[in-house]
Protein backbone atom coordinates (compact mmCIF):
# COMPACT_ATOMS: atom_id res chain seq x y z
CA UNK A 1 0.00 0.00 0.00
CA UNK A 2 2.83 2.50 0.34
CA UNK A 3 3.53 2.50 -3.16
CA UNK A 4 -0.33 3.23 -4.11
CA UNK A 5 -0.79 7.13 -4.93
CA UNK A 6 -3.09 8.30 -2.03
CA UNK A 7 -6.66 8.66 -3.90
CA UNK A 8 -6.46 4.95 -4.55
CA UNK A 9 -6.01 4.39 -0.73
CA UNK A 10 -8.77 6.95 -0.14
CA UNK A 11 -11.29 4.55 -2.33
CA UNK A 12 -9.89 1.09 -0.90
CA UNK A 13 -10.92 2.66 2.48
CA UNK A 14 -14.53 3.54 1.22
CA UNK A 15 -15.09 -0.38 1.32
CA UNK A 16 -14.33 -0.75 4.99
CA UNK A 17 -16.90 -0.43 7.68
CA UNK A 18 -16.73 1.30 10.82
CA UNK A 19 -14.93 -0.99 13.34
CA UNK A 20 -12.07 -2.09 10.20
CA UNK A 21 -11.75 1.69 9.85
CA UNK A 22 -10.82 1.92 13.47
CA UNK A 23 -8.70 -1.04 13.38
CA UNK A 24 -6.57 0.57 10.53
CA UNK A 25 -6.42 3.84 11.85
CA UNK A 26 -3.55 2.06 14.21
CA UNK A 27 -1.47 0.31 11.58
CA UNK A 28 0.92 2.79 10.75
CA UNK A 29 0.42 6.98 10.30
CA UNK A 30 -0.40 7.08 6.99
CA UNK A 31 -3.15 4.46 7.44
CA UNK A 32 -4.56 6.35 10.64
CA UNK A 33 -4.55 9.93 8.07
CA UNK A 34 -6.63 8.03 5.97
CA UNK A 35 -8.99 6.31 8.35
CA UNK A 36 -9.32 9.16 10.07
CA UNK A 37 -10.45 10.83 6.58
CA UNK A 38 -13.65 13.33 7.52
CA UNK A 39 -15.76 12.37 4.14
CA UNK A 40 -15.34 8.51 4.98
CA UNK A 41 -17.24 8.75 8.41
CA UNK A 42 -19.94 11.37 6.69
CA UNK A 43 -20.52 8.54 4.58
CA UNK A 44 -20.38 5.67 7.56
CA UNK A 45 -22.63 8.09 9.17
CA UNK A 46 -25.12 8.54 6.58
CA UNK A 47 -25.26 5.11 5.65
CA UNK A 48 -26.30 3.86 9.19
CA UNK A 49 -28.08 6.46 10.10
CA UNK A 50 -29.78 8.47 7.23
CA UNK A 51 -29.02 11.90 5.83
CA UNK A 52 -31.83 13.47 7.80
CA UNK A 53 -30.15 12.79 11.13
CA UNK A 54 -26.48 13.07 9.09
CA UNK A 55 -27.88 17.03 8.55
CA UNK A 56 -28.90 17.38 12.24
CA UNK A 57 -25.61 15.98 14.12
CA UNK A 58 -23.43 17.49 12.00
CA UNK A 59 -19.93 18.38 13.17
CA UNK A 60 -19.73 21.83 14.95
CA UNK A 61 -16.56 23.62 15.54
CA UNK A 62 -13.07 21.32 16.28
CA UNK A 63 -15.32 17.96 16.20
CA UNK A 64 -14.94 15.74 13.23
CA UNK A 65 -17.97 13.44 12.01
CA UNK A 66 -15.76 10.30 13.31
CA UNK A 67 -15.86 12.21 16.64
CA UNK A 68 -19.88 12.45 15.84
CA UNK A 69 -20.34 8.69 15.02
CA UNK A 70 -18.66 7.69 18.01
CA UNK A 71 -21.20 9.50 20.13
CA UNK A 72 -24.25 8.41 18.12
CA UNK A 73 -22.88 4.96 18.19
CA UNK A 74 -22.53 4.93 21.76
CA UNK A 75 -26.12 6.49 22.18
CA UNK A 76 -27.60 3.82 20.82
CA UNK A 77 -25.19 1.07 22.35
CA UNK A 78 -25.65 2.31 26.32
CA UNK A 79 -28.86 4.84 25.43
CA UNK A 80 -28.45 8.91 26.39
CA UNK A 81 -28.98 8.68 30.26
CA UNK A 82 -26.43 9.34 32.61
CA UNK A 83 -24.71 6.02 32.89
CA UNK A 84 -21.11 4.66 33.91
CA UNK A 85 -20.09 2.38 31.30
CA UNK A 86 -16.83 -0.18 31.32
CA UNK A 87 -14.86 -0.35 27.41
CA UNK A 88 -11.55 -3.14 28.79
CA UNK A 89 -10.82 -2.64 31.79
CA UNK A 90 -11.42 0.98 32.15
CA UNK A 91 -14.78 2.79 32.92
CA UNK A 92 -16.19 5.99 31.97
CA UNK A 93 -19.03 8.33 33.13
CA UNK A 94 -21.46 8.44 29.58
CA UNK A 95 -24.19 11.42 29.12
CA UNK A 96 -25.77 11.40 25.62
CA UNK A 97 -23.53 9.34 24.56
CA UNK A 98 -20.55 11.94 25.07
CA UNK A 99 -17.79 10.78 27.49
CA UNK A 100 -18.14 13.05 30.78
CA UNK A 101 -15.43 11.75 32.76
CA UNK A 102 -12.84 9.03 33.15
CA UNK A 103 -13.42 7.11 36.15
CA UNK A 104 -10.36 4.84 36.42
CA UNK A 105 -9.30 1.55 35.47
CA UNK A 106 -9.58 -2.28 37.50
CA UNK A 107 -6.08 -2.61 36.37
CA UNK A 108 -4.78 0.16 38.01
CA UNK A 109 -7.15 -0.70 41.53
CA UNK A 110 -5.55 -3.89 41.87
CA UNK A 111 -2.07 -3.39 41.48
CA UNK A 112 -2.37 -0.24 44.15
CA UNK A 113 -3.13 -0.11 47.62
CA UNK A 114 -6.40 -0.32 48.87
CA UNK A 115 -7.20 2.19 51.50
CA UNK A 116 -9.83 1.08 54.58
CA UNK A 117 -13.20 3.16 55.73
CA UNK A 118 -10.92 3.83 58.63
CA UNK A 119 -6.92 3.58 57.95
CA UNK A 120 -4.35 2.28 59.67
CA UNK A 121 -3.15 3.46 62.88
CA UNK A 122 -0.27 5.25 61.16
CA UNK A 123 -2.31 6.99 58.83
CA UNK A 124 -4.25 8.42 61.52
CA UNK A 125 -1.55 9.89 63.66
CA UNK A 126 -2.19 10.83 66.85
CA UNK A 127 -5.71 13.58 66.07
CA UNK A 128 -7.33 10.58 64.17
CA UNK A 129 -7.99 10.89 60.44
CA UNK A 130 -6.68 14.15 58.74
CA UNK A 131 -8.29 15.87 55.84
CA UNK A 132 -6.07 14.03 53.06
CA UNK A 133 -6.31 10.37 54.31
CA UNK A 134 -9.91 10.90 54.30
CA UNK A 135 -10.07 11.95 51.12
CA UNK A 136 -8.26 9.23 49.94
CA UNK A 137 -9.96 6.35 51.54
CA UNK A 138 -13.71 7.98 50.62
CA UNK A 139 -12.31 7.96 47.15
CA UNK A 140 -11.20 4.33 47.75
CA UNK A 141 -14.67 3.60 48.73
CA UNK A 142 -16.50 6.07 45.72
CA UNK A 143 -14.12 3.91 42.94
CA UNK A 144 -15.37 0.37 44.47
CA UNK A 145 -18.91 1.64 44.22
CA UNK A 146 -18.89 3.23 40.76
CA UNK A 147 -16.89 0.09 39.60
CA UNK A 148 -19.56 -2.07 40.75
CA UNK A 149 -22.11 -0.17 39.03
CA UNK A 150 -20.51 -0.21 35.56
CA UNK A 151 -20.06 -4.26 36.57
CA UNK A 152 -24.12 -4.25 37.27
CA UNK A 153 -24.89 -2.22 34.05
CA UNK A 154 -22.56 -4.19 32.36
CA UNK A 155 -24.42 -7.59 33.27
CA UNK A 156 -27.59 -6.35 32.89
CA UNK A 157 -27.31 -5.28 29.14
CA UNK A 158 -25.49 -8.56 28.70
CA UNK A 159 -28.51 -10.94 30.43
CA UNK A 160 -30.73 -8.66 28.05
CA UNK A 161 -29.46 -9.49 24.72
CA UNK A 162 -29.19 -12.72 25.85
CA UNK A 163 -32.68 -12.56 27.12
CA UNK A 164 -35.28 -14.28 24.46
CA UNK A 165 -38.65 -12.49 24.34
Known amino acids: MERLPLDI ?11 HLAVAQQVCRKWKLL ?3 NDLWSNLFKERWGGDRAAFYAPEGS ?12 CDRVGVGLKIIRE ?4 YLVHQGEIQRYL ?15 GSSSERGFAGEGPLDEERSCRGILDKILFFIGDLEVASSDAKRSRVI
Open 9 to 19: CHRIFCFLDYQ
Open 35 to 37: ASD
Open 63 to 74: KSWKDVYEVQDR
Open 88 to 91: GSDY
Open 104 to 118: GSRRNKKQGSSHSCR
